[in-house]
């Protein structure tokens, strides 16, 4: 996958300083089972997104309060987004109320938000998870190996 991007002029790179790396960064996906924050809200940049893949369950985090109230919140699914660590601890804390999520993937899809306003907007986008979407993705990914 890497080299593929890398032909499209895409650099993709692993890091050890995460928050140097925040700093510059335009995209930045955490899939983890980490039950603190590792991404620090104020090292990112202005026009950067966040991709939250982890911490599904309420006691599980990623991304910490401030990356929620600086970022424009979207989730993949409403359905089960209580439930998930990163959307749940900063509301249960008052730091976000649920109207915080802007919109879904289906939202986003149909065309009723329009996503990101501009080019110094922080997105975050919160994985929620759901059995249908692993489903969508081995689907797409068996067309591929059977085309």
Same mark, same amino acid.
């Given at each position: 996958?890497?080299?593929?991007?890398?032909?499209?002029?895409?650099t993709i790179e692993t890091v050890s300083d995460l928050d140097a790396a925040l700093a510059v960064a335009d995209v930045i996906s955490c899939v983890t089972m980490s039950n603190a924050p590792l991404v620090k809200g104020a090292l990112l940049k202005p026009g950067a997104h966040l991709d939250l893949v982890g911490a599904y369950r309420p006691d599980f985090r990623e991304g910490d +309060?401030?990356?929620? /109230?600086?970022?424009?919140?979207?989730?993949?699914?409403?359905?089960?987004?209580?439930? =998930?660590?990163? #959307?749940?601890q900063p509301v249960a804390a008052d730091v976000i109320g649920w109207d915080a999520v802007q919109a879904d993937d289906y939202d986003l899809a149909q065309g009723r938000h329009?996503?990101?306003?501009? +080019?110094?907007?922080? /997105?975050?986008?919160?994985?929620v998870g759901?059995?249908?979407?692993?489903?969508?993705? =081995?689907?797409? #990914?068996?067309?591929r190996l059977a085309a």
């Open positions: 996958m890497q080299a593929t991007l890398a032909k499209e002029g895409v +309060d401030i990356c929620m /109230t600086r970022g424009t919140v979207f989730v993949d699914t409403r359905n089960g987004m209580q439930s =998930a660590g990163d #959307l749940c329009s996503g990101r306003n501009n +080019d110094t907007q922080i /997105t975050v986008c919160k994985n759901g059995g249908h979407l692993d489903l969508f993705a =081995a689907q797409a #990914l068996m067309a």
